[in-house]
């Protein structure tokens, strides 16, 4: 959910985009991160674990944990909390170790 | 753009302290390139929306974002420093090359100096479910509020009453997210009493001597058990809550990021008081490899106005080096070091001394 009004921070967001989550349309705003996009759409189970298959979410935020990884547009091991949003991505949840294509 | 990028003074990390050190250092005279991993600088600093303490010096009564903001001005303001966004640092090499990656291209640096301020990672603590989606960092909710204006959740638990446990909460308020509440498993609230009395009247509970025993939900957190802990830590059969939460926050300390201090051969040395394993380095902060220094939470977690005076520190010692300022480095090196302990005078800032002690101290071992 997004912030509408802030006592303190006013938010400058970039132009609204279309991006899809497992072939899904969802609206984000450009410059955004793909995380953000999919929090603000109330998305937090971004793929599951190799071998115990558990639910993988978004953790550290800044690049550090690779808790977050997606595919994005057929590229496996993207760290979505890094990564900026654009018009069009194709984001699909990660299952294990994500295959190159 | 030639193979390998010269330049005076590397510094790597772009957050309170590197910024600190870039200014000092460009405004002595030197040629300095900040490398920031984040599509922008200012670190954790521009996350802050509450007042800093300390003195005028340490932009006090400011919020942290306007003292980012502040520093980001400076470093753009000044010709001799040049900053890269989206670049981050991959390696520290025997014959002083340091390579980075940036917009998928590998590049190579060659600095005369080079001051690490690359900040500290979350920690985590072990139970139940922890790996669970729903359960973030406290740094990470600040991220996804204050830069995206993003709410993590609709209810938060959070765990850990130092400071930053209390400030997230309260800036969780601030976006309209109920705080269910904060867990301390110490009998005493680690953080200001200042931020925790604000929480307090806000009808927020702040339980100390509390654990949580497990996290649970589907595929994502719909709930924390927690209980409370006798004097020996451990848990009190039937004093187990059940709070319906869909967040749980961990602020429960950070680790100093040191990956390149340890892979520069740094030597290094393990201060529970700084947080993890630090590089042991002298009182203008170089460490055992000559040339390579650090500042702020890499040297030891603390708080961001002391990683700034850090931060300054080391880009005045790193500039006097190669023979800048050498009327006004040293009288800079000894103001920085009085505000280093002033700043650290406090009961909080005993730790710390105590860690740095440690560090000094030639006559331990280190690994």
Redesign the interface.
Known sequence: ???T?????D?Q?GEEVSFFFEGQEIKGFEG??I??AL??AGI???GH?QTMH????????????S?CLMVVDGEPNVRI??E?LRSGMKVESQQGKGCLR | MPKVKEIEILIIGGGPAGLSAANAAAELGASVLVLE???KPGGQLVKQ?HKFFGSKKQYAGD?G?QIGHLLIDQCEKNPKVEVWTDATALGIYEDGVVTAERQGKHLKIKPKKIVVATGA??KMIAFPNN???????A??VQ??????????GQRVLMIGAGNIGLIVSYQLM???VEVAGIIEASPTIGGYLVHASKIRRAGVPILTSHTILEAYGQ??VEGAIICQLDEQWQPIPGSEQDLKVDVICLAVGLSP?TELCFQADCQMKYVPELSGHVPIRNDYLETTRPGLYVAGDVSGVEEASSAMVEGRLAGVSAAYSLEYGNDAAPKLQAEAMAELSELRSGPAGQKTLKGIMKLTDKGEAAC
């Open positions: 959910m997004r912030i009004e802030h006592p303190i921070l938010f967001r955004e991160t995380a953000a929090h603000a937090r189970v971004l674990s558990r639910p993988r979410g978004l953790f550290c935020a800044i690049g550090n944990c808790s909390c890094v900026k | 991993r984040d599509g929306t919020r974002y990672s979350e790996d669970m989606p729903g359960i973030f960092g740094g990470a991220t996804l509020m204050n830069v995206h204006g993003i709410v993590p601030q976006a309209g595929e994502s990021l």
